[in-house]
């Protein structure tokens, strides 16, 4: 069954202290690996698609990356505005976006 | 549009009750997709609409659930007989042009009394 696990469930972080997400997945046929920053009432929004193995990809503070197993979403001297929930999704062909349950991140000043 | 929209944002109805939802997706795109994201809860795929396809309905959980896509545009969720487990935020997403990114509207908040 194709799977998709984040972690940490929570994060807590002060304001500068770099970190990463955790994205694992068990899928057959990846197509593509995405990543999504969800604000409370809002839908999800865009932020990284990565196609294989050895993709990187940055926007800001943010860097995604890629292996055949995982993707991590490293945080960079984070401020209060990165909080937000990170959603991980994965796509198998001809289906659509498989979510995990997301990462809440907190960052204080 | 400059985005993908949703109407209402907010909808309260009484258990039993008949409700839909509307997604209006970014001009020109192809793919249409609804999920459901309950409290706690990580997006669940409901159906996906690709050009002239069959929809992929594998997602409904149940047959009081229905979607369709008019003209190859708009779509609307339709929910018959609402229970309080339908309780969800609803959420549309469209799909298309060059670039392989899904792009989200803000989505209904369905509360079933």
């Known amino acids: 069954e194709d799977q998709v696990t984040q972690s940490p469930e929570a994060l807590r972080l002060q304001e500068g202290e770099s970190s990463s997400l955790n994205c694992s997945y068990t899928?057959?046929?990846?197509?593509?690996l995405f990543w999504y920053r969800q604000d409370p009432g809002k839908g999800p929004e865009f932020l990284f698609t990565?196609?294989?193995a050895g993709e990187e990809k940055e926007k800001e503070r943010l860097k995604a990356t890629l292996t055949k197993k995982e993707s991590f979403l490293h945080i960079t001297a984070p401020k209060p505005e990165d909080s937000a929930t990170y959603l991980c999704?994965?796509?198998?062909?001809?289906?659509?976006?498989?979510f995990g349950k997301g990462t809440t991140l907190s960052v204080s000043s | 549009g400059a985005g993908v929209s949703q109407s209402p944002s907010n909808k309260v109805t009484e258990k039993g009750k008949d409700v839909e939802l509307r997604c209006d997706p970014i001009?020109?795109?192809?793919?249409l997709y609804w999920y459901r994201q309950s409290l706690g809860q990580g997006l669940e795929f409901l159906i996906y609409?690709?050009?002239?396809?069959?929809?992929?309905k594998s997602g409904l959980p149940s047959d009081r659930f229905s979607a369709e896509r008019t003209g190859g545009s708009v779509s609307t969720l339709t929910i018959q007989r609402t229970q309080q487990e339908d309780s969800a935020v609803y959420l549309c997403?469209?799909?298309?042009?060059?670039?392989?990114?899904?792009?989200f509207g803000p989505g209904t908040r369905l509360t079933v009394t």
């Open positions: 990565l196609y294989s």
């Open positions: 899928v057959s046929g990846l197509r593509g």
């Open positions: 997403a469209s799909w298309g042009g060059d670039h392989y990114e899904q792009y």
């Open positions: 001009s020109g795109h192809t793919a």
């Open positions: 999704a994965v796509q198998v062909a001809g289906t659509a976006l498989i």
């Open positions: 609409f690709q050009g002239n396809s069959a929809p992929d």
